[in-house]
């Protein structure tokens, strides 16, 4: 290889899943079309916690639709209070404890109720309703996956 010859990487777009090659050290998950998509900011989040699992050992095999779906059903807001737009995944079972990134563990939650979670048991911090909620939909979650 000459000194001008840069490796080329073929990937598949982590967004819309179409393959694409970048060239250089830097290896991107998104193709260039992607990086300005208004849904850039939601996948790269979920890709960051996805890396993040994949890191400890754990799960995460959540897809981007999948998330989607979620954020979808909680209509963009905190699953826990409802009350205030979401702005970060929260892993329901902790991360600390060996929860993963996956579709059955993962809910949107605004920084005060992630913050109140913490590294806690949902049992041992959440309000009844609260709990039943995201518990109930999380739960169904898994049942889709492995009957699918
Ligand atoms: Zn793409
Ligand atoms: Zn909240």
């Known amino acids: 290889m000459t000194p001008e010859q840069k490796?080329?990487?073929?990937?598949s777009c982590f967004l819309c899943k179409e393959i694409f090659t970048s060239t250089g050290k830097r290896k991107s998950s998104f193709c260039p079309e992607c990086h300005t998509s208004p849904l850039f900011n939601v996948a790269s989040s979920l890709l960051g916690q996805i890396r993040r699992a994949e890191k400890a050992?754990?799960?995460?095999?959540?897809?981007?639709?999948?998330?989607?779906?979620?954020?979808?059903?909680?209509?963009g807001m905190c699953a826990y209070c409802q009350i205030v737009p979401y702005k970060c995944i929260d892993h329901?079972?902790?991360?600390?404890?060996?929860?993963?990134?996956?579709?059955?563990?993962?809910?949107?939650?605004?920084?005060?109720?992630?913050?109140?979670k913490g590294s806690h048991l949902p049992e041992?911090?959440?309000?009844?309703?609260?709990l039943e909620r995201v518990r109930t939909y999380l739960y169904t979650r898994f049942d889709m996956e492995v009957t699918r």
């Open 57 to 75: 050992g754990l799960s995460a095999n959540v897809t981007f639709e999948q998330w989607l779906s979620t954020l979808d059903f909680f209509e």
């Open 7 to 11: 490796p080329v990487y073929a990937r």
């Open 124 to 130: 041992e911090i959440l309000q009844p309703d609260e």
């Open 92 to 116: 329901f079972f902790p991360f600390e404890l060996g929860g993963g990134t996956t579709w059955d563990n993962i809910a949107p939650a605004c920084h005060g109720c992630n913050h109140r």
